[in-house]
């Protein structure tokens, strides 16, 4: 988070600074319309440690195997978007993954492949799904979280969501006050 903030500072300076340059000479102010695209990977908030080893994807995995969580920050127009992308698997009846945190206003996509079983990822307040799959295939959802809160995610399948395999997403305020 740190990291984010730092950066979004020395973007504010240099656009600053840019306004400055342009506003104390005739040149003609051009608006960028191209955007600008920042990519960077965070450990995830359960405290693991990175592993050694990278999966097919390329995104560093914890000792564990989760794939940590990859966040890419776009800025159009001067209006910043988040975009998240979480991998979640399946253990038995449990997700691997127990929380996702974001941002409201953060485009978020779940990549979901199942271990074993028929399963998929739910979370109704998005109308959030991804197909129901067999093990060893990959599916994913993408929504945009614009609602603040605390909501489940399940597995649709049969008995499942009763049995314990669901987690929570939650959905805080954003740094920038939507």
């Given at each position: 988070m ?20 342009q506003?104390?000479?005739n040149a003609?102010v051009?608006?960028?319309?191209a ?24 995104m ?13 920050i ?11 992308s ?16 974001v941002?409201?206003?953060?485009t978020v ?12 990822w739910t979370?109704?307040e ?15 959802t993408?929504?945009t979280?614009d ?7 399940y ?12 987690g929570k997403?939650?959905v ?7």
């Amino acid at each position: 988070m740190k990291g984010i903030v730092s950066i979004i500072v020395l973007a504010l300076i240099a656009g600053a600074g840019w306004w400055f340059y342009q506003s104390s000479s005739n040149a003609p102010v051009i608006p960028d319309t191209a955007g600008d695209e920042m990519m960077g990977e965070h450990m995830m908030d359960d405290g693991g440690t990175m592993g050694d080893d990278m999966m097919e994807s390329g995104m560093p995995t914890m000792e564990d195997g989760t794939i940590m969580e990859k966040e890419v920050i776009q800025m159009d127009g001067g209006m910043m978007s988040n975009e998240k992308s979480f991998n979640v698997t399946n253990s038995g009846f449990t997700f691997t993954t127990k929380e996702i945190r974001v941002k409201k206003g953060d485009t978020v996509t779940v990549n979901f492949e199942s271990a074993g079983g028929l399963h998929d990822w739910t979370v109704d307040e998005f109308n959030a799904h991804t197909q129901q799959v067999q093990p060893g295939t990959k599916t994913s959802t993408t929504f945009t979280a614009d609602k603040i809160g605390t909501f489940e995610y399940y597995c649709s399948v049969g008995q499942h969501r009763s049995m314990g395999m669901v987690g929570k997403l939650i959905v805080e305020q954003s740094p920038f006050g939507y």
